[in-house]
Structure formats: C-alpha cells, structure tokens
C-alpha cells in the first residue's frame, strides 16, 4: 500500500507535537493503523501545509502527489477550512474545486478518501458563521462521496471531538488527544473499524477574563495581524513527508 495525504494543517498534524519538535497528527496514526491492518509496512507521503488555501491542495499538492513514484495506491483529501476563515469565501467554488480533484484521481486509479475537518467552532470568536460555512461544505462533500462511492469520514459531526479537551491552546488546531480520535474514525471510514479515541472529561473549564485576554492576545491577534500583511503560517515551509516513507505498525 502506498498512502498520501494532502491537506492543511489540520492533515499536516499541528497540534500534535512529538518531543523533538516534529508533528505527528491523525495522517501519521492512519499510515500506521494501516499497517497494522495489513501486517505489513506502508508506503506513506505527507504533503499536507499549514495555512494552505483549497485550490493549491488539489492543484499543487494533488500534481505532486500523483506524480510519485511508483504511483500513490491510497489519498485522502480535506481542505477548505482556511478559505472558510476569508471574508467572501465562494462556498461554491470550494465544491467544484473538490470535485475536479475527485475525478483527477478517479481517472488516475487513485482510491481516494474524503475527509471533513472537526468542527473548531464551539470556542472561537464568530464560531457561529464558521460552523453554518463548515456545514455547507461537510454536506456538499459527503455528497460527492455518495455520488463517485467515495469513503468519507465525517469528522465535521462527530460530537465528541468538539469538546475543549480534544483542542490545542489556539483552539483551533485538535491536539494530541484530538489527532488521535480523528485516526480512529477516519481507518473507521476506510473500513478498519478503530475504537475512537475518547478522554476522561475532567472538570468544567471555565473561561476567566485573563486566560481570555491571553487567547486573544496570544492567538487571535496573530492571526489577524497575518491576515493584514497578507502572510500564512505555511509560507516558506515544505511538505513534512514529501517521498515515500515506511511506516511499521505503532
């Protein structure tokens, strides 16, 4: 088998830091469930970036990923959540884009596997248009999926996952806990059913008027200041797996 994601940050694996300061994420706990389903060592690509916009991840990521060698047996694709923090993101557009990197690898005969990002929306600030942006997608993917009879995994709806215990201090990146929950229903989706990762709840987290501050000041204010300079957190950085890699069973 050899799998390849691309994606975003959400697939490159941020919030999900390893010691050495590298991330791992659910694509790299996949690429080894996978062995573990097969017994045998996978073929893995990572070329997923942080920051990345939809249309390069099915234009320059999806050119790469098809052009390996020897040719990718296994995709998955999720991407929209940057554009869908962009005032007049065409939710449209978004779906034709979608769509065009789906035939691609039909036509290549690449399986390929559809993944809705977790819904990050419960504590961020506009977290109601970003859920009702988030929705439209997840719906208008899950029916492509139904209609070229694609895997999906709907992270989007899982429940479970949008409680802050699943989330990294930015809140907008799942952590480790959260990666690996999204492993388990995304090898669920590919027909290797995986127990979902769930942690123990713990007490009521209660949002102080300092620790909010510091959010802002720590996380929203970045963000936005990037926005303005017209700047990602992904310029100048390069896919983590950008040739075929084997992964053994965790």
Known sequence: MRYVAIGDSFTEG??????????????????????????????????AIRGRLLEPIVTEQLDTALALSPQPTLMTLNGGGNDMMRPGSDMNRLVELTEQAVRRCVDAGVRLVLISGADPSERLPFGGFMRRRGELLTVAVRELAQRYDLPFANVFHDQEIRRPHYWSPDRLHL??????RAAGLILTAMGHPTAAHVVDPGPAEGRRLLAEARYYRE?????LQRRVRGRSS???????FPTWTPIGAA
């Open 14 to 47: 941020l919030g999900d830091e390893l010691p050495d300061g590298s991330v791992r994420g659910w694509a790299d706990r996949v690429a080894a469930g996978l062995a573990v389903a097969s017994g045998e060592p996978v073929e893995y690509a990572n070329l």
């Open 175 to 180: 952590n480790a806990a959260g990666h690996q």
């Open 219 to 223: 996380h929203v204010l970045p963000w």
């Open 234 to 240: 992904g310029d100048d950085r390069t896919a983590k």
